[in-house]
């Protein structure tokens, strides 16, 4: 028993000294950061569905795709249809990224036209366009004038093509800002869709 108990000790005693002497291996930190030129989400065939980079126009983006070309059964893509790559504004379906310091988000259908457009200036001020398959059709948020700049203060729901509008525009008198509202509409007949000048 003396034996037994002498070695359970020695055991402890041993563990505990060889802790506190011996030096730890310390465990390698996992990377603090990763850095790569674009992450891209495919399906089990291979197909890229989502696209996390920079596009072809330099633009820091998260791009989305679908509408693709039939694949065989064991993957890859058909002989005639080349995979679509979604760093190309053209075959991206939604996309929200940055153009310069300038936040926007793009929703296209599926004949590779932009549907809706949601832009933030760089001076911080929001505009959102919708279109149909000829052309826009309603605007909502900062109406820039020819000049964009911080002053920039007049706003509008507006109708194309250019058949009303509705809006505030700012003005200055006396050293002061005030807005006045204000509408207008043209009921002027347009071929629809309508087509816009070349």
Known sequence: MFVIVAAL???????????????????PNPEQVVRARSFELVDEAGRVMSYWGVDKFNNAVLAFGSNWPPTPAGGGVLPGHPRLRLDDPDNQRAVIGVIGDA??????????????????????????????????????GIDQSDTPGPQDNDWALQFYPE????????????????????????????????????
């Open 163 to 198: 058949r009303a509008w509705l809006g505030m525009h700012s003005l200055k008198e006396g050293g002061q800002t005030y807005v006045q509202g204000g509408f207008s509409f043209n009921q002027d007949k347009v071929k629809y869709p309508y087509q816009q000048p070349k």
């Open 103 to 140: 936040p926007f988000l793009h929703l296209s259908a599926a004949d590779g036209k932009t549907r809706v457009r949601l832009y933030l200036s760089s001076y911080g001020k929001p505009f959102l366009l919708m279109e149909d398959e000829s052309g826009p059709r309603v605007a909502l």
């Open 9 to 27: 000790l020695a055991g402890f005693v041993g563990g505990v000294f060889g802790t506190l002497v011996m030096p730890t291996r310390k465990q």
